[in-house]
């Protein structure tokens, strides 16, 4: 009877550790900010990750479901790539996730030394197609192009000004874009001016006191300044904002700054798939807000993570690099995308500050 007794006791211990085993998740970890200035980039992301996964979870892989391990970067690229490599030889994560304009290339280097996957929001300052990196953004020319046709047909103007921020490689590229499309144009002009914040205000106003449109390529703080010397000089172009995606993000977030401001953005109302929709009201219910870029982006980090391993039946490694790499489609919020030299191939929208459900698509040819 003893010996039945410590039988049946041997075989629920081994239900319970195999169990426990097979409901080991998937580890996938996710740098970023978390604490500091840029708290909420982390924040928000997470948000929209969850949010994610709580679908994602409901059909298993191989019976386990995916986890994110989230990693505060604090706003530091060093310490960003630092916690990448953690996660990767301590934890053993799958893939990576995340990345902001300073810390993407941090991180990208982190992920050359072993076979683990960067998929990040922001657009990498290296070449394209770096190994195992994917961006979820498309390519600086295919944005340049885009603002340059917009302003072209939609604001009808000839004259066009461009300063750029030429420490910021990403911002750089899109505002070589934008020339070279504008000058395709018959009659149309264009001067291209670096930005020096140490500018006197009145000579930057005297520099671009005749354009009609003026494409900005840099930080939010410093298109503030510009807006503040036009503004002091009663000069009123067309704006059009042309620095990174979060620096958008930042910009917005000053209602008078951004006034009238256009950008682009791979978010946009009138281009959500009937699933953004539902994420947009799955996300006010829990947060009582609107999702905003970086709320986005996380969701669509987490399902394409998913996405990949579901096709791997959870292998990472070189495996889950080149199924990330495949001639395949994902699901964005916007509608299918796929990577092609590590940049997503999708519709990019130009909205208004203010008018966003009236943004105009544009798909890449």
């Known amino acids: 009877m003893r010996l039945a007794r410590l039988l049946l006791l041997s075989l629920c211990v081994l239900a319970g550790c195999s169990q426990r085993s097979e409901e080991e998740p998937f580890l996938v970890g996710h740098v970023a900010p978390f604490s500091g200035r840029d708290r909420l980039i982390g924040e928000h992301a997470r948000r929209g990750m969850r949010l994610a996964l709580e679908v994602a979870n409901e059909t298993r892989i191989a019976g386990r479901r995916v986890a994110i391990q989230h990693a505060d970067s604090r706003g530091d690229p060093d310490r960003a790539r630092a916690e990448a490599v953690r996660l990767i030889t301590v934890n053993k994560m799958l893939a990576i996730l995340g990345g902001e304009a300073d810390s993407v290339e941090r991180l990208a280097a982190a992920v050359q030394s072993y076979s683990v996957p960067l998929l990040t929001p922001a657009v990498p300052r290296g070449p394209a197609g770096q190994e195992g990196v994917f961006s979820l953004d498309v390519t600086p020319d295919f944005r340049g192009e885009v603002l340059a046709r917009f302003a072209d047909k939609e604001l009808k103007v000839d004259r066009a000004a461009v300063l750029v921020d030429d420490a910021r490689p990403v911002c750089a590229a899109v505002a070589s874009a934008f020339v070279k499309q504008w000058r395709g144009s018959e009659k149309k002009t264009v001067r291209t001016l670096s930005h020096d914040p140490k500018l006197d205000k009145h000579k930057l106003a005297t520099l ?26 009663k000069l009123t172009p067309k704006l059009l904002f042309a620095g990174e995606a979060e620096e958008w993000a930042r910009l917005v977030n000053d209602a008078d700054v951004s006034r009238d401001v256009y950008a682009d953005s791979l978010y946009a109302p009138p281009g959500l798939t009937k699933e953004g929709k539902q994420f947009v009201v799955d996300y006010r219910k829990r947060y009582e807000e609107a999702p905003d870029l970086h709320a986005f982006a996380g969701h669509e980090l987490a399902n394409v993570i998913v996405e990949a391993l579901r096709e791997t039946r959870g292998v990472g490694g070189t495996k889950l690099r080149e199924e990330l790499a495949k001639d395949r489609e994902f699901r964005g919020l916007t509608g299918t995308f796929q990577f092609k030299d590590g940049h997503a191939v999708r519709p990019l929208y130009v909205l208004r500050r203010g008018e966003e459900d009236q943004a105009k698509e544009y798909k890449p040819e």
Request: hydrophobic share 55%.
């Open 208 to 233: 671009l006191r005749d354009v009609q449109v003026l494409v900005f390529a840099g930080t939010a703080k410093d298109f503030g300044q510009v807006r503040a010397a036009l503004e002091a000089e």
